[in-house]
């Protein structure tokens, strides 16, 4: 059965950089792994994309090792504006996409 | 710049009525999706479309019906009000199903049914 997991919350302070990992078991060959960002009353935003090693925006960056059942969403230097609920999202072979559990990321000054 | 929008923002329902909550996208997106988070959880697919008259079920289906006779707009429809179906729902569309190409989400209906 596919699953996806991720820790339900993490804490940190401004400045520091926050890992969240998300396990995927069962990942299609050709899937990507997405992560998104919901506020509060918001709907989830897309932050960043991967299929392998590393990628890296003005946001964010994403690590997945070679088997791929796992990635990792590190964020730089967290601000305030960080706190929120993370997600991750991998296509799965039936074409349904399953959503991670969520993260709840609290900041604190 | 309107992306996906949706309506109505909040609605409360007694137990058997019935509701339709409206989607519409402008970004001329094949693909719409509708999903359900409850309190505290995180989202699970009702239904999802390709195209226009085409839909397919996601997780959780039961209870709910949608159309899609235009490209621009993904009803979603609760027949018989139950408890159960206290949510926020939130409706998105992309341009491709597969989860590389990223989806766009509207803000939400938070729906109460007493």
């Known amino acids: 059965l596919a699953k996806t997991t991720q820790p339900i919350s993490m804490d940190s302070y401004e400045g520091q950089e926050v890992n969240i990992t998300c396990s995927h078991n069962?990942?299609?060959?050709?899937?990507?792994i997405t992560w998104y960002q919901q506020f509060p009353s918001q709907g989830p935003r897309f932050i960043i994309q991967?299929?392998?090693t590393k990628v890296t925006n003005e946001v964010a960056s994403l690590f997945i090792p070679a088997d791929r059942k796992s990635s990792t969403l590190s964020l730089p230097r967290v601000s305030l504006s960080d706190t929120a609920v993370y997600y991750c999202?991998?296509?799965?072979?039936?074409?349904?996409?399953?959503f991670g559990t969520g993260t709840r990321l609290q900041v604190f000054p | 710049n309107a992306g996906v929008t949706q309506t109505p923002k909040f609605r409360i329902l007694k137990i058997g009525q019935s509701m339709t909550l409206q989607c519409t996208q402008d970004?001329?997106?094949?693909?719409m999706y509708w999903y359900r988070q409850d309190p505290g959880m995180g989202l699970k697919l009702i239904y999802y479309?390709?195209?226009?008259?085409?839909?397919d079920k996601g997780e959780v289906p039961n209870g709910y019906n949608v159309s899609r006779s235009t490209t621009e707009d993904f009803p979603l429809r609760l027949e018989l009000a139950a408890p159960s179906q206290t949510s926020v729902y939130f409706c998105?569309?992309?341009?491709?199903?597969?989860?590389?190409?990223?989806?766009?989400f509207g803000d939400g209906t938070r729906l109460s049914i007493l």
């Open positions: 991967g299929y392998k």
């Open positions: 970004m001329n997106h094949n693909y």
């Open positions: 998105a569309s992309s341009t491709g199903l597969k989860s590389n190409q990223p989806q766009h």
């Open positions: 069962n990942i299609a060959t050709n899937d990507y």
């Open positions: 479309s390709v195209g226009a008259g085409i839909t």
């Open positions: 999202l991998v296509g799965y072979n039936t074409d349904k996409l399953i």
